[in-house]
């Protein structure tokens, strides 16, 4: 089955504890990219990657970094969790020729921050 | 600046009616559209896309129209049904190179049965 996997699903932290949200897509998408979804604000992309090796920021990347070693797993690493860093995050993959229509997106991860 | 906003922010409809969710966008130079659908709990979805070449584009049961002259979309869903409860969200980009994909803040689709 075609998917975008992000683990964990939910996680309660501290305040300075790094975490790293995995994401991995089976369906051999060039284009990775991360979303936080907050109250009010929408879907705000954080990170996004044309390809192996090729990451860029997004609109709110501040507090977050990203890595693309390989093509299917992009994860998220919250070096240093702050409390307006909870929020429900997104993965999301399309083929590099669809990047701006199809989006895949995975079920969410909801990060609380103490 | 420019935004993607949307005209309301619930929207109730009884079962088996049709349902229509308005987009405002602000950016002209935006040519690519996309609705997409959130249900509790899960990822959004694409259901339909539409390019500015395009005022009318047609999928299973829903619709999309696109009026560039006042920058508006809608969402037409026909013969509503429950599993049609959701968040949906408009979002719009350009395609030419280095364009963003820029979502709108959602609206809830409730079907009363």
């Known amino acids: 089955e075609a998917q975008v996997t992000q683990n964990p699903r939910y996680l309660i932290t501290v305040t300075g504890k790094k975490l790293t949200v995995t994401c991995s897509q089976n369906m051999n998408h060039e284009y990775m990219s991360w979303y936080r979804q907050d109250p009010g604000l929408g879907l705000r992309q954080i990170y996004y990657s044309m390809n192996v090796e090729v990451t860029d920021k997004g609109d709110v990347p501040e507090g977050y970094k990203v890595s693309r070693k390989e093509k299917r797993n992009f994860p998220l690493i919250l070096e240093s969790p702050s409390p307006n860093q909870t929020s429900l995050y997104f993965c999301?993959?399309?083929?590099?020729?669809?990047?701006?229509?199809?989006?895949?997106f995975g079920e969410g991860s909801r990060l609380t921050v103490l | 600046g420019e935004s993607v906003g949307l005209h309301l922010p619930t929207l109730s409809v009884q079962e088996g009616d049709n349902s229509i969710i308005n987009c405002a966008y602000s950016?002209?130079?935006?040519?690519?559209f996309i609705w997409y659908k959130q249900e509790s709990g899960k990822g959004p979805q694409f259901i339909i896309d539409?390019?500015?070449?395009?005022d009318k584009r047609q999928g299973q049961r829903v619709t999309v129209l696109l009026n560039k002259t006042v920058k508006h979309l809608s969402l037409q869903i026909a013969a509503t049904q429950p599993g049609d409860s959701a968040v949906y969200f408009c979002a719009e980009t350009s395609t030419g190179a280095n364009s963003k994909l820029t979502f709108g803040k959602g609206i809830t689709l409730s079907v009363r049965p």
């Open positions: 950016n002209s130079a935006s040519d690519y």
């Open positions: 539409i390019r500015s070449n395009m």
């Open positions: 999301a993959s399309s083929f590099a020729g669809r990047v701006y229509g199809e989006l895949f």
